[in-house]
Every structure is written in C-alpha cells, then in structure tokens.
C-alpha cells in the first residue's frame, strides 16, 4: 500500500492534537482546519471533550466548522447527551458556531437547566442562535425559570440571551420582577434595564436593580 503525503500529514496532526504541549495542539488544529478532512471529526470532537486550554478548543471549534455538516452534527448532537460537562458545554457552543437548526431538538430543558454553570450558558448562546421562528417566547419562558442563579458572569450570559430574543421576552421578564426571591427581581430588572438601554453596563444595571428591590419597587414595567 502507498502512503501519500496527504495521509503522512494526517498522522501528523492527529498526533499533535494529543501533544504534551499546547502549542502544538493549537499549531495541529489550524492544520485540520485549514485542510479539511473526514477522518479528523471523530478525533476533533473526542479532543474537545477533554482539552484544557480554552484558546485550543476554540481553534478545535473553528476545524469542526471547516468540516461538511453533515458529518460533525451527528457527533456533537450525541455529545450534548455526554455524562462529561466540557463535553457538553464544547458541543452546544460548536453547534451556536455552525448555526444549523436541526440541532434544536437538542437544547431541551434540561439542557437550559443544566446544573453546571458553564453547560447552561453554552445551551442559552446556542438556544437564542438556533430557536425556530415562532419559537422565541416559549424560549424566554425556560430562560425566564434561570433568572438569579450563579455569579456575575453567569447572570450576564443570561441576561444577553433574553436580550438578544427581543420584545417577545418581555412577559416572562415581568412575570420575574414580582418573583417571591430577590435575587430573581434583581436580575430581572437588570435585565429589563438592558432591553430598554443596550449600552449601559450590567454592573450599572444590577446595582440600579438591587437599589430598586431594596425600596420595594419593581422597576419600569416592560420597555
């Protein structure tokens, strides 16, 4: 059998994606995108599932985007069911990347509610990309049902979610601004502030929020 230097290459890179060193994890995964090829999608998923360093599974993402759709969305749509988080987490934003909409049957609730914070905010950025027209409200009510949990960073990515839904969010919105929990009215504001002014800083935005909750008001009503 002849070994061509197209198949020599390969070797190389699948080699490299398994490196010791990030480097050349990085250099590896520009290469398989850069030339495209069906047999790298197995290992590019695999390797998402457990790189550590964030700016390598990002380029691992960009190479399964060079791949036809065809061939990853079977692999990543499985993934999404991992027991591994960052396979989860690495699949959802993969599937936001290649923006095909058969892949919406897979963002179901528990997904949206995932327990890991990461996971969750991955499955809200590819939900918002991938919701079918007519679609969007229903979305913003499980979004709604995540108001106040976690951090700082975790509320923002929600928060930018429900925004980029636009008005139909607006009912779940209010709903959650008279919610028994104040971290759920505090975010709700925020996030009301945030529809109605873009630009202004989710810091500020809190901060407004929690002034208000803290005097027993509930805000601007809708936009």
Do not use: N
Request: overall charge neutral; hydrophobic content about 45%; glycine content about 6%.
């Amino acid at each position: 059998m002849t070994v061509t230097r197209q198949d020599t290459d390969a070797v190389r890179a699948l080699q490299g994606l398994a490196d010791g060193r990030s480097s050349v994890r990085l250099r590896a995964a520009l290469a398989v995108g850069t030339t495209p090829d069906p047999r790298f999608v197995d290992k590019l998923v695999e390797r998402c599932a457990i790189e550590p360093e964030f700016f390598v599974r990002d380029m691992l993402t960009w190479a399964l985007t060079r791949h036809p759709v065809s061939m990853t969305l079977p692999e990543l749509l499985r993934e999404v069911r991992s027991e591994r988080t960052q396979a989860r987490s690495q699949a959802l934003h993969t599937l936001s990347k290649i923006g095909d909409r058969r892949a919406w049957p897979a963002l179901t609730r528990a997904l949206l509610s995932d327990a890991d914070d990461e996971v969750a905010r991955s499955a809200w950025r590819a939900a918002v990309v991938l919701v079918p027209e007519g679609e969007e409200a229903a979305l913003a009510t499980v979004l709604a049902t995540q108001l106040g949990r976690g951090g700082r960073e975790t509320q923002l990515s929600l928060s930018r979610a429900l925004v980029a839904l636009g008005d139909v969010m607006v009912p779940a919105l209010l709903a959650a601004t008279t919610a028994p929990d104040p971290r759920i009215r505090t975010h709700a504001l925020a996030t009301q502030r945030l529809l109605r002014d873009p630009d202004a800083g989710f810091e500020c935005a809190i901060e407004e929020a929690k002034r208000a909750v803290a005097l027993g008001g509930a805000g601007q009503e809708g936009r």
